[in-house]
């Protein structure tokens, strides 16, 4: 393995990176910031929502905020490189096996995701004003579910990146990525899905539900929410998975 | 010193439906074998083994029109096209089973630049000696020695977005000499430039030749072939119709000139008239009104093929006089032009 050709690839992302960082802030931070101030500040502040509600959104929101960043990152420019001028060759010659770009692709797709969900935390805090009970946190689940999420989003990414065409840009939004934030559980604890027993459990095929509940329970341990082991493996699983068929779709596109 | 290319009986088949590529020939990456009998996908044939060897430090020229399979022979040489069948070598190593020694040891100009759009000139060309593990002072100055030489110091800080296709042209040049390679590959790399820097670029190929390194150029232009290679293939279909040095293959031709005969009505006796005058070596009946005759003069031979064709009845109503070349040779071989 060439680590000298990975290092050089992970430092011209970088580079990409830095020049389009505030397009790319304000993209990853906008729609996260409105939300937490729509759900969290006005129908709270407006008494339709309890105060505590902020406790369930705030982790939601962040999980939802990284997985979309991290799926961004890697898919967009993926999808573009593939065009009809093939960009993606520029990388494909240098002096490395073809599987590895895709996992330097990935890694730099969870770098994105984690800084930007890193972001996000502070931001969407300051948004919600006070009432979010930040004191009984586990820090290394947070850490390790925050990873395994980044590494879920970028692998994602990889796979939409690959399997999309630009023309299917919309329908892949549509498609795709509005039913899996809806059905996320980013706006609810999975418990509040009871009340509809299949619902409840058809979104376990969505990856989102066990990055949620696994941010409220490493962030908010007191709201409801499924127990670690299940999220952590699960993510785990999904990223073993995710990530397989990404690399193998993307070996099978590069090589004509 | 160089290095030398060796291809053998390559085999590429676009769009291979499921049943042999699913079947354990170790491309087994689609969806699997279903549905096999609903649709049958077409299926193209772009090389239909190919061998052939390139020498070590010379210039070597693929002839053919468009799709013929030039640019799937670069690509399969190159990494970037996954055979069919059958191996290609780039120098010692076998560019399946190497293929990141094989890719140090070439440059590639592709014939579409696939320049990397999210950075400027200057970018690309330190990234591409960063990626071939370049000194962060070497690639610098290498970068901006090639960017005067192709003359892109002035737009080097640009994205590359708003270049033209000459500039993009050049810049793909200069990305593929970045890491110094040992064999360079061009896949068409005339289309569209202007006679101006046409010239330039054949005295960059040259210049880079001279340094002991082996070029690998695809054209369908004959002069470009018969000026810059030492040695040639011509493709069409798939397959090697022809090889050598330019000289050999044009001394190949029967008769060297070529007459492209046409007449107003077919007439009874004509092409055996035609076989009989002196300096004529081949005659080939195209369509009933049309034929091609090789000889070794030109322009001397109309008058005696005008009185014969009056002879058996008939009216010449086109001449075309083509000169020994790689253009006739084509003719030759295929029964087409280049350019049909």
Redesign the interface.
């Known amino acids: 393995m ?1 680590w ?2 990975f290092f ?2 992970l ?2 992302d970088g ?2 990176a830095r ?1 389009n960082l505030i397009p790319t802030l304000l993209q990853n931070l906008l729609q996260p910031l409105l939300l937490t101030f729509v759900f969290g500040r006005v129908l709270t502040s407006s008494g339709m929502m309890s105060n505590s509600y902020k406790n369930i959104l705030l982790p939601g929101i962040m999980a939802l905020s990284m997985t979309l960043s991290g799926v961004w990152a890697v898919a967009m ?1 993926l999808i ?1 490189e593939f065009q ?15 599987s590895w770009l895709a996992v330097e692709k990935v890694v730099a797709g969870m770098i994105q995701a984690l800084v930007s969900g890193l972001v996000v935390i502070p931001a969407a805090w300051i948004t919600l004003g006070h009432g979010v009970d930040l004191s009984q946190w586990h820090p290394a689940q947070f850490a390790a579910t925050c990873l395994l999420m980044a590494l879920f989003s970028a692998a994602g990414g990889l796979w939409m990146g690959v399997s999309v065409g630009q023309t299917q840009i919309g329908l892949m939004f549509s498609m795709v990525l509005t039913p899996m934030m809806m059905f996320g559980c980013a706006y609810y604890p999975w418990s509040a899905l009871s009340a509809f027993p299949v619902l409840k459990y058809a979104v376990l095929i969505n990856p989102l539900v066990y990055a949620s509940e696994g941010m409220r329970g490493s962030l908010v341990p007191l709201v409801p929410h499924m127990p670690a082991v299940v999220t952590v493996g699960a993510l785990l699983l999904i990223d073993i998975a995710v990530l397989t068929v990404g690399i ?2 993307f ?2 596109k590069a ?2 | 010193m160089g290095i030398g290319i060796r291809i053998e009986n390559l085999r590429k088949v676009y769009d291979t439906p499921p049943p042999m590529a699913a079947r354990g020939m170790g491309f087994s990456f689609g969806p699997g074998p279903k549905k096999d009998k609903t649709k049958k996908k077409l299926e193209v044939v772009a090389l239909d083994g190919v061998s052939m060897e390139i020498g070590a430090g010379g210039i070597f020229g693929l002839l053919g029109p468009n799709g013929a399979g030039k640019s799937t022979t670069i690509g399969i040489i190159t990494t970037r096209t996954r055979p069919t069948s059958g191996r290609a070598f780039v120098g010692e190593h076998d560019v399946w089973a190497h293929q990141a020694a094989v890719k140090r040891l070439i440059g590639v100009v592709p014939q579409r630049p696939n320049l990397d759009f999210a950075l400027t000139a200057r970018e690309i060309l330190v990234f591409h000696g960063a990626y071939f593990g370049q000194g962060a002072k070497e690639r610098i100055r290498r970068a901006d020695e090639l960017l005067e030489k192709f003359k892109l110091t002035d737009r080097a800080d640009h994205m590359i977005r708003g270049f033209s296709g000459g500039m993009m042209q050049r810049l793909s040049i200069a990305r593929a000499m970045m890491h110094d390679p040992e064999v360079l590959f061009l896949d068409e790399p005339s289309a569209g430039l202007d006679p101006q820097t046409r010239l330039l670029l054949w005295e960059t190929i040259r210049e880079y030749n001279q340094k002991g390194k082996t070029i690998v150029l695809t054209t369908h232009y004959m002069d470009e072939a018969d000026t810059l290679c030492e040695n040639l293939a011509i493709i069409d279909h798939g397959k090697v119709i022809a090889q050598g040095t330019p000289q050999e293959l044009k001394a190949s031709i029967p008769g060297g000139y070529l007459l492209r005969l046409r007449f107003d009505h077919a007439a009874n006796g004509l092409i055996d008239g035609l076989k009989s005058l002196p300096g004529v070596t081949e005659v080939r009946a195209g369509e009933a009104d049309k034929a091609d005759v090789y000889a070794d003069r030109g322009g001397p031979l109309i008058g005696p093929i005008v009185a014969m064709v009056q002879g058996a009845g008939a009216e010449l109503s086109d001449v075309h006089i083509i000169e020994p070349s790689l253009e006739t040779l084509f003719l030759h071989h295929t029964g087409r032009s280049l350019r049909d």
């Open positions: 060439n000298k050709t050089a690839m430092s011209r580079h990409v020049r420019p573009s009809f001028t093939k960009e993606i060759e520029d990388r494909l010659l240098a002096p490395m096996e073809t193998r779709k070996n099978h090589v004509s």
